[in-house]
């Protein structure tokens, strides 16, 4: 006998499970190819973080505001620098919003990511202490970067709106603002340890190539 899986309805709370559940594989699948490679490569770690990036919005999107792309780009920002930093934010949103929904929003997102990986990136000595991660001031910049990305995604509404409405529609956000905060802080305790290892291991901070050298008069 046949049954039909797709009839199946689950709760949200039944989803939000099942979809921790399939972000955690996916988590625990990329530590273990790490620890399958021998030598450093950027490369296919940026790639793997960027897969996880994408996945993890599109699986937590039925949770308001709440995905790891945020805390990804302030680490992927931390560990490669600038120009990564940019790449990540285009790549992450161009995919997820393939299957979410594209809208002059998507250049604001890409804008917001961006300067929240490049902010992570110009504060790093802030974030890297004595060469390990300081993960109280991680949170504090992620709760921030909470506020900061949606408060930039929210300019898009110009285009259709009068800017005197712009300050009710903030007002209006801040349980989303909070919402997203709350979220980055529970990704830094949750994976900010052992992903800022992975990268330490596949990245060579020294390099101006991944973090950027600010000029010295």
Known sequence: ????????TLSPSEQFVLDLAIV????ASLLFTDSKLKSKNPG?????????AVSGRLLL????????????????????????????????TLSSNVMLEHGIWSNYQIIAWASIGILAALLR?????????NITNVAIFAAFSGFMFDWIVSLSILHNVDTSFFLIYLLNGVP??????GGNVVFVAWLA?????????????????????????
Do not use: C, W
Not at 1 to 8: G, I, R, S, Y
Not at 44 to 52: A, G, K
Not at 127 to 133: E, V
């Open 1 to 8: 006998m046949l049954f039909d899986a797709h009839a199946v």
């Open 24 to 27: 955690s594989v996916a988590i």
């Open 44 to 52: 296919i770690i940026f790639t793997i973080i960027v897969i996880l």
């Open 61 to 92: 999107d039925p949770i308001p505001n709440v995905q790891p792309v945020t805390f990804l780009a302030i680490m992927v920002g931390i560990y490669f620098g600038i120009s990564y930093s940019i790449v990540f934010a285009t790549i992450v």
């Open 125 to 133: 000595g802030q974030f890297i202490q004595n060469n390990k991660l």
């Open 176 to 181: 989303f603002d909070l919402l997203h905060a």
């Open 193 to 217: 340890n052992p992903l800022s290892e992975l990268m330490d291991r596949h990245t060579s901070l020294t390099n101006p190539e991944v973090v950027p050298e600010l000029a010295s008069n």
